[in-house]
Antibody, heavy 121, light 113 residues
Framework: QVQLQESGPGLVKPSETLSLTCAVS?????????WGWIRQPPGKGLEWIGT???????YYNPSLESRVTILVDTSKNQFSLKVSSVTAADTAVYYC??????????????WGQGTMVTVSS | DIVMTQSPDSLAVSLGERATINCKSS????????????LTWYQQKPGQPPKLLIF???TRESGVPDRFSGSGSGTDFTLTISSLQAEDVAVYYC?????????FGQGTKLEIK
């Protein structure tokens, strides 16, 4: 079955760049669907960060767009998230997920377990 | 941005009773080109990622018990659990994927009375 696994540093210093990777198994990213990132600050709700296609097309939350980059590495069957100039407000559990249908306008049906990232000096 | 507002923020229901969670969007999420409501419901248990329950406002995801149902159109939506089970204790979120940024409701915490 399709599985997603986030990885990356659990602690990032303020003003630095947060970098996470989502490894996909059981399905080739190049075969279709869209892939996204969602985050959840501790004890709070969910925030959509962005969605990408293996061709490189990306869709970002305008509130984060100036600091966010989502890239795909089809050779490794994974995609990544970079958030620059982080502050404490970027502290959250970060999830990667796959869309239900082959469109960016879609619910997410398969999620990773999430990885906690804390921004602190 | 489309603002999604859920009510209530928390809810306590007896086992076997009906639970109803509402979600209101600040503008319509019904796309007239395909007559679909771009609205989904997720269930999230502590320490777990969200789980997809309902999409297109009323289509149940495969494997989701039929006690879960979604209804509504345009700006007003409802998630109903017809007979609450102990394993349904969770936080429930609605989300619109009609327009960017895709936004979530604040969540409704469902507990057993």
């Amino acid at each position: 079955q399709v599985q997603l696994q986030e990885s990356g540093p659990g602690l990032v210093k303020p003003s630095e760049t947060l970098s996470l990777t989502c490894a996909v198994s059981g399905y080739s990213i190049s075969s279709g669907y869209y892939w996204g990132w969602i985050r959840q600050p501790p004890g709070k709700g969910l925030e959509w960060i962005g969605t990408m296609y293996h061709s490189g097309s990306t869709y970002y939350n305008p509130s984060l767009e100036s600091r966010v980059t989502i890239l795909v590495d089809t050779s490794k069957n994974q995609f990544s998230l970079k958030v620059s100039s982080v502050t404490a407000a970027d502290t959250a559990v970060y999830y990667c997920a796959r869309t239900l249908v082959g469109s960016p306008r879609s619910a997410f049906d398969i999620w990773g377990q999430g990885t906690m990232v804390t921004v602190s000096s | 941005d489309i603002v999604m507002t859920q009510s209530p923020d928390s809810l306590a229901v007896s086992l076997g009773e009906r639970a109803t969670i509402n979600c209101k969007s600040s503008q319509s999420v019904l796309d007239s080109s395909d007559n679909k409501n771009y609205l989904t419901w997720y269930q999230q248990k502590p320490g777990q990622p969200p789980k997809l329950l309902i999409f297109w406002a009323s289509t149940r995801e495969s494997g989701v018990p039929d006690r879960f149902s979604g209804s509504g159109s345009g700006t007003d939506f409802t998630l109903t659990i017809s007979s609450l089970q102990a394993e349904d204790v969770a936080v429930y979120y609605c989300q619109q994927y009609y327009s960017i940024p895709y936004t979530f409701g604040q969540g409704t915490k469902l507990e057993i009375k």
